[in-house]
Nanobody, 117 residues
């Protein structure tokens, strides 16, 4: 059974950095398309960043220049480097990934990011 596990969240002050990791297990297939979403209290889940199977990346406007999505092939993982964090970045961050050779996609359980002074 495919599993995605996010890690790296926490409480930081404005201006600091965090690196989120989404690690895949339970499959021999590599991650193709992957994305990071976030959901703040009382708000809809929004797409933050994505990376295609050929490593093209997209970012929502509010994080451009601050966040970077990347992948590792061994281990099978996707990362989100978040710099210059702001209080508005506070949310639960979720990883979504599709695997090469498999249909559909999987979600992780989420990791809390809190930016506060």
């Amino acid at each position: 059974q495919v599993q995605l596990v996010e890690s790296g969240g926490g409480l930081v002050q404005p201006g600091e950095s965090l690196r989120l990791t989404c690690a895949a297990s339970g499959t021999m297939f590599g991650i193709g398309y992957a994305a990071w979403y976030r959901q703040a209290p009382g708000k809809q889940r929004e797409l933050v960043a994505s990376i295609s199977s050929d490593d093209r990346t997209t970012y929502t406007d509010s994080v451009k220049g601050r966040f970077t999505i990347s992948r590792d092939y061994a281990p099978n993982a996707v990362h989100l480097q978040m710099n210059s964090l702001k209080p508005d970045d506070t949310a639960v961050y979720y990883c979504n990934a599709a695997f090469k050779g498999l249909g559909g996609s999987s979600w992780g359980q989420g990791t809390q990011v809190t930016v506060s002074s």
